[in-house]
């Protein structure tokens, strides 16, 4: 995302510095200045703050409670304003699909005053493999608790903005090749799992989520309030998938199958009654936000891109023919 929020910023005239650490400087667009270092080792990073004097940062990867507070403590007296990506992941919900939270569904759409969740998420399989993917991710990763830690400083206003499952170019987790490699393979039927076909959650095209972060920044309205960031309506997994395979021209069929009949690589995981649809609506009326990339061309560039940077690293799905072939045999 760093690149495409750089750019739109620069677009509405402000000057902008990455702190990063050297390894894609030649991504980012002309003009930003660069600080390069470890935004882990923030306090090493003071004077070079400092120096460029900004009015706002935006911070992508804090991780944890414990990196909070260091940021916060660190950056109080060097800046007049912090924004903070965060994630859906912090809503109760969440723990509802995957067990941890007891009770009842909770009710849709997600708003920013849904409950969040009283216990961690991230259970050891689900934080050995984001640790897989994204490096920033440490040992104590909860999104909880470094919202707390943000907007509970009395000394640095800060914004938070809960992020959904962002797609697009360069998107890390591959959300759309599961379906892309399935048609490009020539399988003529792709199966899902009923209650995972009609599982909804929150999804942003990488560049339009871009924009509503430099707008959150540059709007003093913004400090201290906490933003939902999703496209409306929020599809299907079937009906997203039917999206990417009709951009395809793809004239296979999809097969839905009882949880016990459904190969075990395309199982749900945890409870698919609860749904994460969540509403933008409060960045949209108090900041004016608007997606500028209509979804149709957010699907041709994300398909398009996926087509030619298969995954070269660790992913959350699998792929095993032989299983889904007797399946739809069965």
């Known amino acids: 995302m760093g690149p495409y929020v750089v750019r739109d910023l620069q677009g509405r005239g402000h000057t902008v510095a990455a702190l990063h650490r050297g390894r894609r400087t030649a991504s980012l667009p002309a003009g930003v200045q660069h600080i390069i270092g470890d935004c882990g080792q923030i306090a090493e990073q003071r004077e070079n703050i400092t120096h460029f004097g900004p009015d706002v940062i935006i911070h992508f990867i804090l991780s944890s409670g414990r990196q909070a507070e260091a940021v916060m403590q660190n950056l109080r007296g060097l800046t007049g304003r912090i924004v903070v990506l965060s994630s859906m992941d912090v809503y109760r919900a969440v723990g509802v699909t995957f067990g941890t939270e007891p009770g009842p569904l909770e009710p849709l759409p997600l708003t920013e005053e849904s409950p969040v969740r009283t216990r961690k998420h991230a259970e050891p399989p689900i934080l050995e493999g984001l640790r897989k993917i994204f490096e920033w991710?440490?040992?104590?990763?909860?999104?909880?608790?470094?919202?707390?830690?943000?907007?509970?400083?009395?000394?640095?206003?800060?914004?938070?903005?809960?992020?959904?499952?962002?797609?697009?170019?360069?998107?890390?987790?591959?959300?759309?090749?599961?379906?892309?490699?399935?048609?490009?393979?020539?399988?003529?039927?792709?199966?899902?799992?009923?209650?995972?076909?009609?599982?909804?959650?929150?999804?942003?095209?990488?560049?339009?989520?871009?924009?509503?972060?430099?707008?959150?920044?540059?709007?003093?309205?913004?400090?201290?309030?906490?933003?939902?960031?999703?496209?409306?309506?929020?599809?299907?997994?079937?009906?997203?998938?039917?999206?990417?395979?009709?951009?395809?021209?793809?004239?296979?069929?999809?097969?839905?199958?009882?949880?016990?009949?459904?190969?075990?690589?395309?199982?749900?995981?945890?409870?698919?009654?609860?749904?994460?649809?969540?509403?933008?609506?409060?960045?949209?009326?108090?900041?004016?936000?608007?997606?500028?990339?209509?979804?149709?061309?957010?699907?041709?560039?994300?398909?398009?891109?996926?087509?030619?940077?298969?995954?070269?690293?660790?992913?959350?799905?699998q792929f095993d023919y032989e299983a889904e072939d007797a399946a739809l045999a069965a």
């Not at 800060?158 to 393979?185: A, S």
């Open 137 to 317: 991710v440490d040992e104590d990763y909860d999104k909880v608790p470094v919202e707390r830690v943000v907007l509970g400083d009395a000394q640095l206003p800060g914004t938070v903005l809960r992020l959904p499952m962002v797609y697009g170019p360069g998107d890390p987790l591959h959300r759309f090749y599961p379906i892309v490699k399935r048609v490009q393979d020539g399988r003529r039927k792709i199966i899902f799992s009923e209650e995972a076909a009609a599982w909804r959650c929150p999804r942003g095209y990488v560049e339009n989520v871009a924009v509503a972060i430099a707008l959150a920044a540059v709007s003093e309205r913004a400090a201290g309030r906490i933003y939902n960031i999703a496209e409306w309506p929020a599809y299907s997994e079937q009906e997203w998938s039917q999206k990417i395979a009709t951009e395809m021209h793809w004239e296979g069929e999809f097969v839905l199958l009882p949880a016990v009949r459904t190969p075990k690589h395309l199982a749900s995981p945890g409870n698919a009654a609860q749904h994460w649809v969540a509403s933008s609506e409060r960045i949209r009326k108090e900041l004016g936000y608007r997606e500028p990339v209509a979804l149709e061309e957010a699907i041709t560039q994300t398909t398009a891109w996926e087509k030619v940077n298969p995954p070269t690293g660790a992913t959350f799905f």
